[in-house]
């Protein structure tokens, strides 16, 4: 063979290689922290869900496992029927792909009683809030933007 030869297929295999160094790179995660909101995006949950005062969280990857906390203890609105809910300091839970579940810290008021929401499920384009035994359907677009807090109006749970 000549060097001209073994000197450009030496150059192509060097070319070939950097190229797929480079796909490669352009595949691997982010390093990138994501957020709360992030997270329950992937799983397939509007980021409304959670109120616009998470200060931090923490998920297992494996098990789904979480817990995350907010700036201090936060009162919303739900829509579209204004139940009032309260969302503990801390909330916790399992995140799995479609379904919150173990759900701890957050509570609606419901017929002047508190009720705790022990689950959310995605149901195509709705979700269902699961409270005990009883649950309720609405849709997920209702949940797109995250609400504001508003002041506390009973004792946490």
């Known amino acids: 063979m000549s060097s001209k030869l073994i000197l450009s297929i030496f150059s192509c295999l060097l070319l070939l290689g950097q190229s797929n160094a480079e796909a490669e790179s352009l595949e691997e995660p982010s390093n990138i922290p ?36 907010l700036q201090r203890r936060c009162d919303i609105i739900l829509p579209p029927d204004n139940y009032p809910a309260s969302f503990s300091e801390e909330i916790k839970g399992r995140l799995t792909e479609g379904y919150i579940q173990d759900l701890s810290g957050i509570r609606v008021r419901v017929f002047f009683t508190w009720w705790s929401i022990t689950g959310i499920r995605s149901s195509g384009k709705d979700l269902v809030f699961e409270v005990g035994v009883a649950s309720a359907k609405y849709p997920s677009s209702n949940f797109d933007e995250s609400p504001d807090c508003k002041g506390s109006s009973h004792p946490s749970s």
């Open 34 to 69: 994501s957020t709360a909101y992030d997270e329950l995006q992937r799983k397939g949950f509007p980021s409304g869900l959670l109120p616009n005062s998470v200060a931090n969280y923490s998920l297992d990857n494996s098990s789904g496992h979480f817990s995350l906390q």
